[in-house]
């Protein structure tokens, strides 16, 4: 007669008799503890009780970037319905130069001027970050 497998032992560490397949373990096979006397009870507590917590999905780097890059291809769709529809040329001044482009170029390069200016300025901030991180790390070292 096969017999199932499984745990061996109980929750306290006591050994469970293996059974055999089609019968069902007995009242008698699991371990009894103690009663408690009568009136040892904990009194209840007056908090409020505690609701479940929702599991979130963890966000990743990977997730985060997938994110970025379908915002930035609905922002390029964008771009080019907006550049497709505003091909009317105007005059331009810029530090005494005048000249006529497509608004849609004109606005592109103002754009890419601002992205770029943003470029330099967080890469300066980020320097400026690490420089303040390795200063503190040395400082915090302890010295031998």
């Known amino acids: 007669m096969p017999v199932q497998r499984g745990f061996d032992h109980h929750f ?3 050994p469970v008799r293996p059974v055999p397949d ?15 006397p009568v009136g040892t009870a904990k009194p209840r507590s007056t908090a409020t009780p505690v609701k479940p917590t929702v599991r979130r999905p963890v966000r990743t780097r990977t997730g985060a970037a997938w ?15 907006f550049m497709l529809q505003n091909t009317a040329p105007v005059e331009v001044t810029f530090l005494g130069a005048t000249g006529t482009a497509p608004l849609a170029l004109e606005l592109l390069i103002a754009g890419l001027g601002v992205g770029v200016v943003a470029l330099v300025l967080g890469a300066l901030r980020i320097g400026q970050l690490r420089r303040r991180i390795r200063t503190d790390q040395h400082v915090a070292l302890p010295t031998h």
């Open 12 to 14: 306290d560490g006591t």
């Open 22 to 36: 089609g019968e069902r373990p007995s009242l008698s096979d699991a371990p009894v503890k103690p009663a408690k």
């Open 67 to 81: 994110v970025g890059l379908c915002v930035g291809a609905l922002v390029l769709v964008g771009l080019v319905v």
